[in-house]
DNA sequence: CGTGTACTTTACCGATTAGTTACATAACCG
DNA sequence: CGGTTATGTAACTAATCGGTAAAGTACACG
């Protein structure tokens, strides 16, 4: 249970509901009420839910007015990517020829390895 | 709370524990007993973590006599690529014209809203 | 057969999570 | 000022999670 960044974005993105939200976000910032409008569970719901998400560092919250508008912030996602990048010969079928293969050490060494 | 494959996979990965017994299995199959080693936690729990990785397909386990060696498991991570690339945008700052275009958009909006 | 080894299952515990309702705060609008 | 709108906080609940100890299962070996 390390509270590490990755666990925190990864436990963030392990949520439907919140991946919904990230969704919405990726086309643009938009209000709580905005968010909240496609779900049927309460504004409190969706306001733990960006908590979450901002606690991950997915997400930043300005101030207009009564509204907090909420827009995207894609960089723990790099994180992840990073990390996928150890794996991606388990995964990634075109990948699995030597000269890939050797292509991916070289992308290896120039990711510093987090985890 | 759907449980969708996809969060069945990042709540799988959202524990350090988890993501090292992944990252032993990638350089070959191991036992529970091998995989439970450099952990302080109990054996149980070594079983509970080696469960959840199954039940997310990240794992596959074979028998051997007494043994129930594990192998790594990457089809789900496909996945978990696949949904990272609609983000790509907002995390990877060498892509292409077009994203940097979209990006700056979204700067403008940050922009604005400090105002 | 009995004993040891390699695990899994069960039962429990405390902490966290995802949701609720009810209330509080903050800003605009007449 | 008072009312409406937008959002956050508090208190509660049920379910899940990560861990434990103890008992159960399965196989090998003498």
Chains 1, 2 share one sequence.
Do not use: N
Not at 22 to 29: I, N, P
Not at 72 to 79: I, Q
Not at 88 to 114: A, G, P
């Amino acid at each position: 249970m390390t509270p590490d960044r990755l666990s925190h974005t990864f436990a963030a993105l392990a949520d439907p509901t919140r991946r919904a939200i990230l969704a919405r976000l990726a086309s643009g910032q938009a209000s709580v009420t905005e968010l909240a409008a496609p779900f049927q569970m309460t504004m409190p719901a969706v306001s733990k839910h960006l908590k979450v998400l901002e606690r991950a560092g997915l997400i930043a919250r300005g101030r207009e007015a009564q509204w907090r508008p909420c827009r995207l912030e894609g960089e723990p996602l790099r994180d992840v990517a990073d990390w996928m990048e150890q794996y991606r010969r388990f995964w990634d079928e075109s990948f699995d020829r030597l000269d890939d293969y050797l292509q991916s050490i070289q992308k290896e060494k120039k990711h510093d390895e987090r985890q």
